[in-house]
Each structure stands twice: as C-alpha cells, then as structure tokens.
C-alpha cells in the first residue's frame, strides 16, 4: 500500500511540474530521475534506481491506459 502512495505521490509531483504526457526518451528517464532525487531518495541508491523505474513505468502504464 505504501508503495502505491508513494508512486503516485511520484507521479502527482511529476505531472505538476512536466505534464503527463510521457514517451520513451531519455529526457523522460531525467524528468523522473529528479523527481525522485525532489523527493529526497539519494542518487547513488539501488532505492533510487527502483525509484525511477517504477516511476517510469507507472507513467507510462497510466498514460497508455486510456490511449492519450
């Protein structure tokens, strides 16, 4: 459960500042690297590596959940 808060608590702090709108290049991979560093996970952690995938990957999954 903590988990999913803190993903879309990610994705809330990402959409306020980039948009929604989320393809697959590395400026995306950047945007969802400094959110996760804006939400206080240290850079050089296995945490923060997990942070941004899962970040990405949730983005995407909501983006193309509805085929925006």
Do not use: D, M, Y
């Given at each position: 459960m903590l988990r999913i808060v803190l993903i879309?608590?990610?994705a809330a702090l990402l959409a306020t500042s980039v948009g929604?709108?989320?393809n697959a290049t590395e400026s995306d991979w950047a945007?969802?690297?400094?959110?996760c560093a804006a939400?206080?996970?240290d850079p050089?952690?296995?945490a923060f590596d997990k942070c941004v995938a899962d970040?990405?990957?949730s983005l995407w999954a909501e983006?193309?959940?509805y085929g925006s």
């Open positions: 879309f608590s990610f929604l709108k989320v945007k969802e690297r400094l959110a939400f206080g996970i050089g952690s296995a970040l990405h990957h983006e193309n959940l």
